[in-house]
């Protein structure tokens, strides 16, 4: 199977997850959507196009990234782009003590 092929739909599975993904989970759920294709994706296949796609948006013009986390694969927004991205999230992501501590 075509690398390029395999990238937008790898990209659109981990944009669409609210947690990370493995790449073997990627691998799967890659061919479980291409059923219907008797060429099947193998790990090292998903493993190169996944090593594009990281170079791809490691790039200064976007303001993400997909970065290995949590044992799987997730867009992040990039450090830089934290104070913006805090104005619609709010405080909620930051850690308090409770009142006891």
Do not use: W
Request: glycine share 4%.
């Amino acid at each position: 199977m075509e690398i390029s092929f395999i990238i937008p739909h790898l990209e659109a599975l981990i944009f669409a997850s609210d947690r990370p993904l493995s790449k073997i989970e990627l691998c799967d759920l890659l061919n479980g959507a291409l059923a219907f294709l008797e060429d099947r994706a193998t790990l090292d296949q998903v493993e190169a196009a996944l090593d594009t796609i990281i170079e791809k948006y490691q790039a200064d013009y976007y303001p993400f990234e997909v970065r290995e986390t949590g044992g799987g694969l997730q867009f992040l927004t990039k450090k830089a782009y934290y104070k913006t991205v805090a104005q619609i999230n709010g405080d909620k992501f930051l850690k308090r003590l409770s009142t006891a501590a």
